[in-house]
């Protein structure tokens, strides 16, 4: 019994293992269904995705074929539009392409004549320049034999002419640059001198249609020059304009053409340059072996500068800067001595005021005033010896009264009165004061030397 019921039990055992074993078996099979039911639906998923997706890519490609097919027929349109527009330009440029090739003929006769032409004008052009050299020679011939001025010369100084005229020009294009203007202005005048100059090298003077053209264009010159350096006090300065310039370039060419073609005769009084003047005097022994030319040139500029020289006299007086040009038989007659030459004129009254009973005297120069001079000079001894008798008591009107007051008050110089602290009052005795009111210094070699200076 207990055999029976222990096999039962084995039996049972058995049963339930297997029962376990069924289950674990049918739950595995059933996760394996499972897993394979969740990937059939995730498959189905994806299939309807996929067929989802398949319907809207052929709308959108649809549409996008259908859309691209709408532009590429608007497309074709437009090009069918450019297509008879260029149909329509290679017609027009057939036929500009037909015109061109009519003028490229027409042109080629027109080469072929002007060629002709050209070679028929080459010809003419090389007989006149054998003519105009002909011309030139006999030109220059011409200007030899008469003593005038050679061709070369007139042919530099229009060279000249034509570099004032472009430098004139040139004012206009220098924008603000006043200083710069001013410059060019100077440079503009410098060249002009050279024009100048070079007829007094050639013995020849202004001529006076020349000087006349000269003249206007400086005045054009210092009206620009005054207002780029700035002298607003001058009524007549102004800016460069066009009206100026044309107005220079007219002169400039009158200028050339007579200096191109004008006979200039010969100055009868030779013309010098200073150094040449200088060797004359060397020459001559006016000068000393150390005197230097540099002396020479800043005293003539002096005398110059001082206007101590005639008009049309001893130096040239020139429109232009340059060289000092003078008069070679004027200072071949000249007795050149500075030290009286540069206080020629300055006073041309040398005066004896004075009262003889105190013998107070007063010697002094003056150049036209007498009068109000003696005036002065009575006042200023009246206030000293109110009781004298003051008196004018001589009067030497002489060109060289300046240096002639100078020799005097040398001369009487140890004579000055204490009282009136000046170097032109003097006392002296009879016999002294003889020398100037009874012309005792007509016997004074020296007195007289500077006495009858002239020049």
């Given at each position: 019994?207990?055999?029976?019921?222990?096999?039962?039990?084995?039996?049972?055992?058995?049963?339930?293992?297997?029962?376990?074993?069924?289950?674990?078996?049918?739950?595995e099979?059933?996760?394996?269904?499972?897993?394979?039911i969740?990937k059939?639906?995730?498959?189905?998923?994806?299939?309807?995705?996929?067929?989802?997706?398949?319907?809207?890519?052929?709308?959108?490609?649809?549409?996008?074929?259908?859309?691209?097919l709408?532009?590429?027929?608007?497309?074709?349109?437009?090009?069918?539009?450019?297509?008879?527009?260029?149909?329509?330009?290679?017609?027009?440029?057939?036929?500009?392409?037909?015109?061109?090739?009519?003028?490229?003929?027409?042109?080629?006769r027109?080469?072929?004549?002007?060629?002709?032409?050209?070679?028929?004008?080459?010809?003419?052009?090389?007989?006149?320049?054998?003519?105009?050299?002909e011309?030139?020679?006999?030109?220059?011939?011409?200007?030899?034999?008469?003593?005038?001025?050679?061709?070369?010369?007139?042919?530099?100084?229009?060279?000249?002419?034509?570099?004032?005229?472009?430098?004139?020009?040139?004012?206009?294009l220098?924008?603000?640059a006043?200083?710069?203007?001013?410059?060019?202005?100077?440079?503009?005048?410098?060249?002009l001198g050279?024009?100048?100059?070079?007829?007094?090298?050639?013995?020849?003077?202004?001529?006076?249609?020349?000087?006349?053209?000269?003249?206007?264009?400086?005045?054009?010159?210092?009206?620009?020059?005054?207002?780029?350096?700035?002298?607003?006090?001058?009524?007549?300065?102004?800016?460069?304009?066009?009206?100026?310039?044309?107005?220079?370039?007219?002169?400039?060419n009158s200028?050339?053409?007579?200096?191109?073609?004008?006979?200039?005769d010969?100055?009868?009084?030779?013309?010098?340059?200073?150094?040449?003047?200088?060797?004359?005097?060397?020459?001559k022994?006016?000068?000393?072996?150390?005197?230097?030319?540099?002396?020479?040139?800043?005293?003539?500029?002096?005398?110059?500068?001082?206007?101590?020289?005639?008009?049309?006299?001893?130096?040239?007086?020139?429109?232009?800067?340059?060289?000092?040009?003078?008069?070679?038989?004027?200072?071949?007659?000249?007795?050149?001595n500075?030290?009286?030459?540069?206080t020629?004129?300055?006073?041309?009254?040398?005066?004896?005021?004075?009262?003889?009973?105190?013998?107070?005297?007063?010697?002094?120069?003056?150049?036209?005033?007498?009068?109000?001079?003696?005036?002065?000079?009575?006042?200023a001894?009246?206030?000293?010896?109110?009781?004298?008798?003051?008196?004018?008591?001589?009067?030497?009107?002489?060109?060289?009264?300046?240096?002639l007051?100078?020799?005097?008050?040398?001369?009487?110089?140890?004579?000055?009165?204490?009282?009136?602290?000046?170097?032109?009052?003097?006392?002296?005795?009879?016999?002294?004061?003889?020398?100037?009111?009874?012309?005792?210094?007509?016997?004074?070699?020296?007195?007289?030397?500077?006495?009858?200076?002239?020049?």
């Amino acid at each position: 019994m207990s055999d029976v019921i222990q096999g039962l039990y084995h039996r049972i055992f058995e049963l339930e293992l297997m029962l376990e074993i069924e289950k674990w078996e049918r739950t595995e099979v059933e996760k394996k269904l499972n897993l394979e039911i969740e990937k059939k639906e995730e498959i189905e998923k994806l299939l309807q995705f996929d067929r989802d997706v398949t319907n809207k890519l052929d709308v959108y490609y649809v549409e996008l074929i259908e859309s691209m097919l709408e532009e590429a027929k608007h497309q074709k349109e437009i090009l069918k539009e450019q297509c008879c527009k260029l149909e329509d330009k290679v017609i027009h440029l057939n036929k500009q392409l037909y015109i061109a090739e009519q003028k490229k003929e027409s042109y080629l006769r027109s080469y072929q004549e002007c060629f002709q032409e050209r070679h028929i004008l080459k010809c003419d052009v090389y007989q006149n320049n054998i003519r105009i050299k002909e011309l030139k020679e006999k030109l220059e011939y011409c200007y030899n034999n008469n003593g005038n001025l050679s061709l070369s010369i007139r042919e530099n100084m229009c060279d000249i002419l034509k570099q004032v005229n472009e430098m004139c020009h040139s004012l206009k294009l220098m924008g603000r640059a006043r200083i710069r203007r001013a410059n060019t202005i100077v440079k503009i005048k410098n060249k002009l001198g050279e024009y100048e100059t070079l007829f007094y090298i050639n013995n020849r003077l202004l001529d006076p249609e020349i000087k006349g053209f000269c003249m206007k264009i400086n005045t054009i010159l210092n009206d620009w020059g005054d207002y780029y350096r700035g002298y607003n006090w001058s009524e007549t300065a102004k800016a460069v304009e066009d009206q100026e310039l044309y107005q220079i370039a007219e002169l400039s060419n009158s200028l050339k053409y007579i200096t191109l073609y004008k006979v200039f005769d010969s100055n009868p009084n030779p013309i010098m340059h200073i150094d040449n003047v200088y060797e004359l005097f060397i020459n001559k022994f006016v000068f000393l072996a150390d005197y230097r030319l540099s002396r020479f040139r800043k005293e003539v500029e002096f005398l110059v500068e001082n206007e101590k020289f005639e008009n049309d006299m001893f130096i040239i007086s020139r429109i232009y800067p340059g060289d000092i040009f003078c008069y070679e038989n004027d200072f071949r007659n000249l007795d050149y001595n500075f030290t009286l030459m540069k206080t020629y004129k300055k006073a041309k009254i040398l005066y004896v005021f004075g009262d003889q009973s105190t013998q107070i005297y007063k010697v002094g120069v003056t150049f036209s005033s007498l009068s109000r001079r003696f005036i002065e000079a009575e006042e200023a001894y009246r206030f000293r010896f109110p009781n004298g008798t003051f008196k004018k008591l001589k009067v030497i009107s002489n060109n060289n009264a300046f240096k002639l007051e100078l020799y005097v008050k040398k001369k009487f110089i140890n004579k000055r009165h204490s009282l009136f602290q000046s170097t032109e009052w003097f006392s002296l005795q009879d016999n002294e004061v003889s020398y100037l009111l009874n012309e005792g210094y007509l016997q004074d070699e020296e007195f007289m030397k500077i006495y009858n200076y002239y020049f």
